[in-house]
């Protein structure tokens, strides 16, 4: 079966959020005075997460990505994922880390049926990454990616989100380690999704301007994406082991080819990253709804899904939330 929207897309990708928790409290994801923790009744038990993604795998899921907060701080996950690998469908397991506890459990995960890694990244610069993060892990997560690395996960994506002004100057940096290692850099958009008192317009850096910058390394020849759906332009520098790829939600979105919904950890169906809407799987799972039941939620959750987001359209106040909220 296949999951098609209203605007004829094709959906067979879920974001599951396991918890809005996390080791970092980076500025751009939550506000400095953090947020109301969700306690461990109202979040969704791995079982409750296995019987969803075996209800959108025969609606026609075949790819998740697990997310948080931070995935890697809730106890067991690798039994979620070894869980997630038996349900027949389901093609291929990522997850989005910030790096911090993956040499910890790189092998595990490996050997439960993770597939690919994209690790949260905006800063090499010691204090820069300390001042970003509120934390001052950075060895740690260099670790864990050469952990990864070494257990075969590939590609090993980077993501960077630059900041005018902040750590922009560290762009061309992040591009070079495509030179030696063959790692996916990825630079990211700027979003209004975290605290208030950070975001504003021109602090996003347009995609076009970082590939300028860029440029200057080398030609950028652009490449078939041979890694899965997914919203990044992907390029390979001139000489390059590895690729860069851009990802534009503001500049130049790409809803069009949105595949997506989302799972919140406290058990929320969303449609599109910046909307509102939303609807409770989990009152309908607690509340002893059947699988059809379940899957009718599904189904509404496509039938609801917007045609594009509305950032640049709307004023900020209306858009910010807290991604450890939502899945990063």
């Not at 928790?21 to 997460?49: A, D, F, K």
Request: aromatic residues 6%; positive net charge.
């Amino acid at each position: 079966m296949e999951l098609t929207d209203s605007y004829n897309r094709k959906i067979d990708y879920i974001r599951v959020s396991v918890t809005d928790r996390c080791n970092l409290r980076c500025i751009y994801c939550m506000p400095s005075e953090g947020v109301r923790e969700i306690t461990h009744t109202e979040i969704l038990r791995y079982e409750e997460i296995v019987r969803l993604l075996s209800v959108a795998a025969d609606l026609g899921i075949k790819k998740v990505r697990i997310t948080g907060g931070e995935p890697l701080v809730r106890k067991g996950l690798p039994s979620l994922i070894k869980a997630i690998s038996n349900i027949k469908g389901i093609e291929e397991i990522s997850l989005t880390t910030n790096g911090v506890l993956l040499r910890n459990f790189a092998r595990e995960l490996k050997e439960a049926g993770l597939k690919r890694l994209n690790i949260s990244l905006d800063s090499m610069n010691p204090n820069r990454y300390e001042e970003i993060t509120r934390g001052n892990n950075l060895a740690d997560v260099w670790e864990g990616i050469k952990i990864a690395e070494g257990l075969g996960f590939s590609p090993i994506k980077i993501n960077m989100v630059p900041i005018r002004g902040f750590n922009d100057n560290e762009i061309k940096d992040f591009a070079s380690l495509t030179f030696n290692k063959p790692y996916h850099i990825r630079f990211i958009e700027f979003m209004p999704t975290g605290a208030k008192e950070i975001w504003s317009k021109d602090k996003c850096i347009p995609v076009q301007e970082i590939r300028d910058l860029i440029s200057e390394l080398g030609e950028l020849k652009p490449i078939k994406n041979e890694w899965g759906s997914g919203p990044a332009k992907n390029f390979r520098i001139d000489g390059a082991k590895g690729v860069v790829g851009f990802i534009s939600a503001i500049s130049d979105h790409f809803c069009g080819g949105c595949n997506r919904l989302r799972l919140t950890s406290d058990g929320k169906l969303r449609p599109c990253l910046f909307s509102s809407l939303e609807i409770d799987l989990k009152k309908a799972i607690r509340d002893g709804g059947s699988d059809e039941d379940l899957r009718r939620i599904f189904v509404s959750a496509i039938e609801i899904k917007p045609e594009k987001h509305y950032i640049n359209e709307l004023p900020p106040e209306l858009l910010i939330k807290s991604m450890s909220k939502i899945g990063g």
